[in-house]
Each structure stands twice: as structure tokens, then as C-alpha cells.
């Protein structure tokens, strides 16, 4: 086989191969500030849209954690995977449009909406069910990219192309020849 050939076969392989493997998951961190005695919300997510739909859900998310900084009305407190209850964040504008957090048993929780979805509701709200009080910010959530999460299979990819770019190059270098003999 010659070798533009080779490549070409190559190029079909690896383009065919990046197909099948699923997209690379998005990581951000959050934070929200307004909430009574100068309490905030920080946290971070990620996850991958598994069905193509544009929308990152819930249960789509591999990573999620919040905390609460507290406050005279919500002691702080974090939550975890175990506490997602509702998520949604569109990818093509990079909002997130809801979000709630329950803690266990339901003592505490978290809610988020952005303004206008689906209804005019309150950007922030953290609640302590036991006590029925909560604390209310109409701060928007602030959201910032983090490092993408690294796939095994895009490694694996990477490294599969650079071996056969590797055979290639070595294939079509010229044997060294010795000196001459008169």
C-alpha cells in the first residue's frame, strides 16, 4: 500500500474511531453571593449530555458538590451527588436555568432559577425545613469553566495516532548509508 494511501486509511480510522467516542465532559464551578450576613453558596458540577440534547440534567451530572456558608437562619452545610434533585443547564448559552439541592432527610436545601424559567422565581434560596426559615438572595448564580475532565478513550486515541504517525515517518525514512568504498 503507498503511503498517501496508508495515511489517508489512517485519517478514515481515527476520524471513525473519534466518533464513537462519547463527548468530553464539562466541569464548572459556581457561586452565588446576597444571601442575609454575607452568606454564599459555592460548588461545582460536571457531567457529560449523554443524549445529545443540548441540556445537561441531573442525571447526566458524574460530579456535583455545594456548600453553604450559613447564616442567623440556615446553619451552612454541603451536599453531594446523593442530593441533586433537579439540574438543568443549557449548554449552547451556558446557563444554568434550575437547580435544587435536598439535603438528608430533606432538612436542608437549596434552589435556584434563573430569572423568566420556566416562570418569574427567585434566583436564590436556601431553606431549612426543620425550622421553617430561609434565607433569599436575587443575586444571579455566577458560573466559570473549569479544566475539561480527560476521557481514557481520548488518550487512547491520541496515543494510537501518534504511534502509526510514528510507523509512517519511520517507513518512509531512507536506510543511512555507509561511506563509500573506492
Do not use: C
Not at 460530579?63 to 449548554?91: C, K, T, W, Y
Not at 438528608?104 to 437549596?110: G, V
Amino acid at each position: 500500500m503507498k503511503p498517501t494511501r496508508q495515511l489517508l486509511s489512517l485519517a478514515a480510522a481515527a476520524l471513525a474511531l473519534s466518533a464513537a467516542v462519547p463527548a468530553q465532559a464539562m466541569r464548572y464551578s459556581f457561586s452565588q453571593i446576597g444571601f442575609a450576613d454575607g452568606a454564599t453558596v459555592t460548588g461545582w458540577f460536571s457531567g457529560r449530555d449523554d443524549d445529545g440534547d443540548g441540556v445537561l440534567l441531573a442525571i447526566e451530572l458524574s460530579d456535583f458538590e455545594l456548600h453553604f456558608s450559613g447564616n442567623r437562619a440556615v446553619e451552612a452545610f454541603s451536599q453531594g451527588m446523593d442530593n441533586r434533585a433537579g439540574f438543568v443547564f443549557d449548554i449552547a448559552s451556558q446557563t444554568l436555568q434550575h437547580m435544587v439541592s435536598n439535603g438528608p432527610d430533606d432538612t436542608r436545601a437549596l434552589e435556584y432559577d434563573a430569572f423568566g424559567w420556566p416562570g418569574f422565581h427567585i434566583p436564590g434560596r436556601v431553606s431549612d425545613h426543620r425550622s421553617g426559615l430561609s434565607s433569599i438572595t436575587w443575586e444571579r448564580l455566577q458560573l466559570s469553566p473549569m479544566a475539561p475532565v480527560p476521557e481514557p478513550q481520548t488518550a487512547l486515541l491520541l496515543a494510537a495516532g501518534l504511534l502509526a504517525l510514528g510507523r509512517l515517518a519511520r517507513r518512509r525514512r531512507p536506510l543511512a548509508q555507509g561511506p563509500a568504498v573506492a
